[in-house]
Structures are given as structure tokens and as C-alpha cells.
């Protein structure tokens, strides 16, 4: 699996937009970029992936760069309950070959 | 639904005691995996298994054990348990497919190993 590169921490105010990027110029083809946090020690909790279009759901939005060596996870609004450890994760889609690869990930605070 | 289950959530061994981790999914998922997560680092794949029947070692092997038992479960098992073994242990579940699929966590087991 590619190697992902990300902040080790960002600070966000809330009701404001968070964008937490990352890189990860090795990826290859048949790699997606995941996307997860961590809340407070809880178990990881999924939020989006893409292999190479822009992606959107009721969570996040993520943007993918034409090249794909890097990317950048997009919180449109974002409240305290986001603050959390954020993940940035390349890997092969399914198979016996899905693992994913954590890293330290981007500690997110949102402050009032 | 509850998803991914693990039990249990806290544990308190002496050194070279035995214990095994229970994880269950009601997912249907084929692939399951532990991880450990020691603090301030991010998750560390222990083992994992593709399928029903199959097991594969993962980046920290050592020490563990691991057995599918059927397709739902998955346990992990530390057979003369050791303090650099404390950490939390998490269990989670995958579907397999091509188009990209999202991993399942369970709330996580807390082990400290005196």
C-alpha cells in the first residue's frame, strides 16, 4: 500500500469549512484513497473513498487531485462533535488483498 | 444490527497468563481483522482473514494467535501474555468486492498486561 502523508494536527472553527489534506504520491493505479476518523478512542468510523473523481456523501466530500498523488477531505460545516483523529489511507480495493494501513493521522479540533 | 462485536471491552491480565479476544460481525462480511493501537500511534494490522478458513499475518504477528471460526467470527489469542502487549484491540469487517469497500470497527478492547 502507498504511503499517505498528513498533518499532524489542524484547528478548525466551528460552522466553517474543514479541509484536511494529504498526499500520497506513490499510490498506485488500483489503489483508492480511504478515508476514516477517530473519535475519542472509539473504534474507526468510515467516511468516504475514491479511486479518481471527486466524491461526495452526507458526511464529507473529497477531492482528488487530477494526478492523484494527493488529496484533500472536505467537512463543509463543521461542528465540536468532529473533532477527532482523521485518517488518510491508500489502498487496494477489496479482495484478499484490503488491508488497511493507519497511520498517525491529522488530530482535527473544532473550536466554538 | 449491532454490527461488529467484541468482547470483552476491558481485561487485566498478570504476565504469562492466556486469554482470547472475541470478535463477532452480523454483516455477512467474508473479511475480518485486529488490530492493535498503543497509545498515540494509529492502528497496526495484527492478523486478518480474507475469507472463511483463511488467516494471514499482518504488520505485528508476534505473539498472537488467531482463529476463524466460522464465517461471523474471528478471535485473536495471547498465549503467555507480555506487557508490550497492552494496548487496545480492535476487530473489524469487510466486505470483498472491486469498487471499493468501507471497514466496520467494533468499540474496541481495552488490555493492560501487569
Known amino acids: 500500500d502507498a504511503k499517505t502523508t498528513q498533518p499532524t494536527s489542524m484547528d478548525c472553527a466551528e460552522g466553517r469549512a474543514a479541509n484536511l489534506p494529504c498526499n500520497h504520491s506513490t499510490i498506485s493505479g488500483n489503489e483508492y484513497v480511504y478515508w476514516y476518523r477517530q473519535i475519542h478512542s472509539q473504534g474507526p468510523q468510515y467516511i468516504i473513498h475514491g479511486l479518481k473523481n471527486n466524491e461526495t456523501n452526507e458526511m464529507a466530500s473529497l477531492i482528488i487531485t487530477e494526478d492523484r498523488k494527493s488529496s484533500t477531505l472536505i467537512l463543509p460545516h463543521a461542528t465540536l462533535r468532529d473533532t477527532a483523529v482523521y485518517y488518510c489511507i491508500a489502498a487496494n480495493s477489496g479482495g484478499s488483498n484490503y488491508k488497511l494501513t493507519f497511520g498517525k493521522g491529522t488530530l482535527l479540533t473544532v473550536n466554538p | 444490527n449491532a454490527g461488529v462485536t467484541q468482547t470483552p471491552k476491558f481485561q487485566v491480565l498478570k504476565t504469562g497468563q492466556s486469554m482470547t479476544l472475541q470478535c463477532a460481525q452480523d454483516?455477512?462480511?467474508?473479511?475480518m481483522y485486529w488490530y492493535r493501537q498503543d497509545p498515540g500511534m494509529g492502528l497496526r494490522l495484527i492478523y486478518y482473514?480474507?475469507?472463511?478458513?483463511?488467516?494471514d499475518k499482518g504488520e505485528v504477528p508476534n505473539g498472537y494467535n488467531v482463529s476463524r471460526l466460522n464465517k461471523r467470527e474471528f478471535s485473536l489469542r495471547l498465549e503467555s501474555a507480555a506487557p508490550s502487549q497492552t494496548s487496545v484491540y480492535f476487530c473489524?469487517?469487510?466486505?470483498?468486492?472491486?469498487?471499493?469497500?468501507?471497514?466496520?470497527f467494533g468499540q474496541g478492547t481495552r488490555l493492560t498486561v501487569v
Open positions: 473489524a469487517s469487510s466486505d470483498t468486492g472491486g469498487a471499493g469497500v468501507e471497514a466496520f
Open positions: 482473514s480474507a475469507s472463511e478458513g483463511t488467516t
Open positions: 454483516m455477512n462480511h467474508n473479511s
